[in-house]
């Protein structure tokens, strides 16, 4: 009993925030678009995971396919990191966005510098691979302890991203991280204007160690964007049965995120997923509350979402 009025309780708070949060703009070949926080950038509800599509598995042709049919199709939000497959994922977005392609889209990619000079190396590199003179969005990633924060807080590397802000190199500046939400809380403390955080949004996440129910909260009252990923907690939640793809898709963009962030490493997934994207209603409170009764115990502990309270 106490369970079941705790997810009752917690379903109709999960409603409000969506409610209280972003609602979409505009829709463009019947994907809607919300704004990206305080920014001036409006993205896709569905946003193409750029591990994925430099995977060894995936052939460079499917890989630049797969990027412009989604930029075709309404999708224009591409997530990336500098590390992602020892630089092949953004080697083949930056072949993808050529011919015109660039100006599609709003190119976000990631690093791990926490101090200037490593900042600086891996900006350099992501510039060239991408094939871009400028970034809409440069996020510090896997933010996973609070050394890492006390090192960005001193080192002189937010100074470094300022300075970048500033030359126009990149437009916004973000972070990201998987594993738990006091280091979330310990980075929205530093003296830096974040416009976007990162993080894992699930049916699972909101029972253990839960991002959407600290983390968001927070943002919404400074505005600033919200980007999900692993809706499935890396295939876990689908592969164990725990639930569908198209129910965790739905569920995290029932949460207001500008964008959760896909990985999606051929064109069926892409199609699929565009398609649930087009047909996108939020959830309401009585399937949250079912959804979250239905993966309780599968969440306990953390046993699915291995990327949590790792360190």
């Known amino acids: ?17 969506s409610l209280a949060g972003l609602s979409s703009s505009f829709i463009k070949n019947g994907i809607p678009y919300r704004k990206l926080g305080k920014s001036e950038l409006q993205v896709s509800i569905l946003g193409v995971g750029g591990y994925h599509i430099g995977d060894r598995f995936i052939t460079e042709e499917t890989s630049v396919k797969l990027i412009r049919e989604a930029l075709d199709n309404g999708v224009n939000f591409l997530d990336n990191a500098w590390d992602y497959n020892k630089g092949r994922s953004e080697e083949m977005m930056g072949l993808a966005l050529q011919d015109g392609y660039r100006k599609k889209a709003v190119l976000m990619t990631k690093h791990h510098g926490r101090d200037p000079e490593t900042a600086r190396i891996h900006l350099e590199s992501s ?6 003179d400028y970034l809409d969005l440069w996020q510090f990633h896997e933010i996973e302890s609070l050394e890492a924060v006390e090192k960005i807080k001193t080192s002189g590397v937010l100074d470094f991203a300022r300075k970048m802000k500033e030359e126009g190199v990149v437009h916004h500046i973000g972070f990201t991280g998987h594993t738990r939400p006091d280091i979330h809380k310990a980075m929205l403390e530093l003296d830096f204007d974040w416009e976007t955080v990162q993080m894992p949004l699930n049916v699972l996440d909101h029972h253990y160690l839960s991002f959407s129910q600290e983390i968001i ?3 919404l009252k400074r505005n600033i964007g919200i980007i999900g990923m692993k809706s ?3 295939g876990a939640i689908v592969n164990e049965g725990i639930a569908t793809i198209d129910e965790c898709l739905r569920f995290s963009m029932s949460l207001p995120v500008s ?3 896909s990985g999606m490493n051929n ?3 892409l199609r699929h997923n565009m398609e649930v994207a ?5 959830m309401q409170e009585d399937e949250i509350a079912a959804l979250l009764e239905k993966t309780y115990a599968h969440a306990q502990g953390g046993k699915h979402e291995w990327y949590k309270d790792k360190v």
Not at 1 to 16: E, Q, S, V, Y
Not at 127 to 132: D, N, S, Y
Not at 278 to 282: A, D, E, G, S
């Open 278 to 282: 087009r047909n996108f209603t939020p």
């Open 267 to 269: 064109l069926d997934h």
């Open 232 to 234: 499935v907690a890396s």
């Open 127 to 132: 510039l060239k691979r991408l094939q871009t």
């Open 259 to 261: 964008s959760l962030i």
């Open 1 to 17: 009993m106490k369970r079941r009025n705790f997810i009752k309780t917690t379903a109709a708070a999960m409603a409000g925030l």
């Open 217 to 219: 909260p927070l943002l």
